[in-house]
């Protein structure tokens, strides 16, 4: 029996529901499956989103500041719905329904957008606008076809975004040491398919949208993931499946009810009178404020001995660890600014592209394609921090590399130097506008002045996403490391959402009836640098604000922090978008 049990996983079970069998299910082979879902992700989601702006004003002829929020609230919308996909994987259906279902749904989305960008009765008729004539722009029945379409994308998407990775290191049983080994090769062969499908979107599917055109694009995204989803759903027999858990926004809302029901009582003399049912190794320390956990009359459910009503009483780590996350929550609101700045990447720099210069001898570049000057910034950053900093960081302070909270900061300080940076190059831009004259269709100026703020912002976000994640997953506790990314990933969400609100704001203030104003229908004719200046300014402010939360916030349960090594390269990778 002994030598039975050593051949099965502890905490997983087959697609029958019996003990898994480690030497037929799980390792590298099912866990590689698992990655060609990925990469059609990405391929599918970066490739729409880098260059749909230029579909939105130059076919769809929709203004530039409606195309530009027509992008964020779309990738904004993809981003928050981690959070659905996260809750019914944990609570409903497990990770490998999740997958399989979403990644069906996202397949539906990229053909609908495919079928939407080819027939001509769901776009207006081709026209070039000029000072006397304006063109007709797509009416409500054609933006609606493409919104659904964008929004079973986004709801694919973030379903997948939510289970891809963890179900990936599922496969593998971290007690076993020839497991674990190939539990790190899988992480960084997730990242190198993160990248590898990225920068596979900003170059040969821009090119082919330009080029060949936007329904044959996204046709091959789409038969791209239904073929992704065959070869995944082949290894249903060798994967192991782990049992849901429940998910931590119930525990989170169960602690806030018990809490507010106990608010008048007073705490007994003794934390020891406070109820407590988590083991002694597990438990988290009582600090005041919540009264969950206080034991009244009627807590425990009738004719049950040991099982209290979760919704009256809470133990004293369930409590903690609501406190906890809580306490995240100010850290959490500062690094909002940054990804708003990162959504003018994608949506108003793209823009500014299409008007210049980008040819080199006979081959004309993308606008979209510019963001891999973006995915390059990325890859430097990681690799001189690796190299060149966290060894000297080493050897004058003794520490292996920056702080979390440093490596935020430092996100911070880059993604306001890029708005500033952003703000000089498109005011160079519109003075040469305003030279040639503003309906110039290619502005004799050369895109690669934009590549200082696309490496700016770049560079930000390697120093940010990985503080912010070793942030969220160090200082959040151990029940809700899901809970906690999820957190972190409304952080991009509310980015975009931020920055399609201070759009809509800026065009109702300074815009007029003619289109004009700081974001005006055509770039050339607006003032897009003093948005950029304002998002600067913005960004100092909120970096002021953030670094009085980081002197206030007190780590609880310090653990070793994550390098940026680690997070691409290691455990934390299961976390990852």
């Known amino acids: 029996m002994e030598g039975k049990m050593s051949w099965t996983v502890a905490d997983a079970v087959d697609y029958k529901g019996f003990p898994a069998d480690r030497s037929k299910t799980g390792g590298w082979v099912p866990a590689a499956l698992v990655l060609g879902i990925e990469i059609c992700e990405r391929l599918s989601t970066m490739g729409i989103a880098v260059n749909l702006v230029t579909y939105l004003v130059g076919v769809l002829h929709l203004p530039s500041s409606t195309s530009a929020n027509v992008v964020t609230d779309f990738m ?8 659905l996909g996260g809750f019914l994987a ?3 259906l497990g990770r490998y329904k ?19 960008t080819k027939l001509p009765q769901l776009r207006p008729p081709p026209c070039h606008a000029s000072a006397s004539h304006t063109c007709k722009p797509a009416n409500g029945f054609q933006m609606g076809i493409l919104y659904v379409a964008l929004y079973l994308i986004a709801l694919g998407t973030g379903g997948l975004k939510s289970s891809v990775s963890g179900f990936g290191t599922d496969q593998f049983d971290d007690k076993d040491e020839k497991e674990k080994a190939q539990m790190t090769y899988f992480f960084n062969r997730f990242f190198f398919f993160i990248s590898t499908g990225t920068l596979t979107a900003v170059t040969v599917l821009v090119y082919l949208q330009d080029e060949v055109g936007r329904s044959w694009s996204y046709g091959i995204c789409s038969v791209s993931m239904f073929v992704a989803i065959l070869i995944f759903l082949s290894g249903t027999k060798r994967y192991r499946y782990k049992k849901s858990i429940g998910s931590p926004i119930v525990q989170i809302f169960q602690v806030i009810v ?3 029901n106990k608010r008048k009582m007073e705490l007994p003399y003794s934390v020891e009178l406070l109820y407590e049912d988590t083991p002694e190794a597990q438990r988290i320390h009582h600090t005041d404020q919540f009264q969950a956990a206080i034991v009244a009359e009627g807590d425990f459910e009738r004719n049950v001995v040991s099982a209290p009503n979760p919704w009256k009483l809470c ?3 369930k409590v903690e660890e609501v406190k906890m996350m809580v306490g995240l929550l100010p850290v959490w609101a500062t690094t909002i600014i940054f990804w708003t700045t990162y959504a003018q990447m994608i949506t108003f720099s793209v823009e500014q592209a299409s008007t210049m210069e980008r040819s080199i001898g006979g081959f004309l570049i993308p606008a979209g394609s510019l963001t891999v000057f973006f995915v390059a910034a990325i890859l430097i950053t990681l690799a001189v921090y690796d190299r060149l900093i966290m060894p000297l960081w080493k050897k004058l302070k003794g520490k292996p590399g920056f702080t979390n909270l440093q490596r935020i900061a430092i996100g911070l300080v880059l993604s306001t130097l890029g708005m500033a940076v952003a703000a000089l190059a498109e005011k160079k831009r519109l003075a040469v506008a305003r030279t040639v004259g503003a309906n110039t269709t290619t502005l004799p100026i050369s895109v690669f002045m934009l590549i200082p703020q696309f490496f700016l912002v770049g560079a930000g ?7 912010q994640l070793d942030f969220f997953i160090t200082q959040s506790p151990k029940g809700m490391k899901t809970m906690s990314t999820g957190l972190f990933l409304t952080t991009l969400s509310l980015g975009f959402f931020v920055s399609s609100f201070l759009v809509s704001v800026v065009k109702k203030v300074t815009g007029s009836n003619d289109g004009q104003g700081w974001l005006a229908d055509n770039i050339n004719h607006g003032r ?3 948005f950029y200046g304002l998002l600067a300014v913005l960004g100092v402010i909120n970096f002021v604000l953030y670094l009085v939360c980081a002197v206030w916030y007190k780590p609880k349960n310090p653990k070793p922090a994550l390098q940026m090594e680690t997070i691409v390269n290691g455990s934390s990778a299961e976390n990852k978008c």
């Open 76 to 83: 904004g919308t993809s981003f928050l719905l981690c959070l």
């Open 461 to 467: 976000e390697a120093f940010i996403y990985t503080g």
């Open 315 to 317: 133990s004293v780590t």
């Open 90 to 92: 944990d609570s409903f």
């Open 258 to 260: 018990a809490a507010i």
């Open 528 to 530: 897009l640098d003093c």
């Open 98 to 116: 999740t997958i399989a279902i979403f990644a069906a749904i996202q397949t539906l989305g990229t053909g609908a957008l495919a079928i939407a």
